[in-house]
């Protein structure tokens, strides 16, 4: 390994350690305003949805809410049901794998 390949992966390190570590010593003598960890509550929630949205509706690169060309569509469906009423994590993650899986097999 060259010098040049360890100085990389010692960067790369750096970068990935230093967001998580400076807010924890920047933070950890201080309260958070009520509103600020209010606001950042939201955060997880929102980037998640977002990330769903743009999975479940984007086919080929398009929006697409035709569920016959987008396989996508009916098992997110399913999953939002089963999740909803059984509050389940693992009970929703083998419905939409298997409901993903059986839309592929039979388009």
Known sequence: MTSQQV????????????????????????????????WMSFVP?????????SDVFFWESQFNVNPI???????????????????SLLRSMVLGIAAIALMVYLV
């Open 69 to 87: 060309v987008n396989i996508k569509l009916l098992p997110s469906v399913l999953v939002f049901i089963v999740a909803y009423k059984t509050k």
């Open 45 to 53: 929630v929102s980037i998640f949805a977002a990330l769903i949205f």
């Open 7 to 38: 100085q990389l992966i010692f960067g790369m390190a750096l970068v990935t350690y230093l967001p998580r570590v400076l807010p924890m010593l920047v933070l950890s003598n201080r309260s958070v305003p009520e509103k600020i960890s209010k």
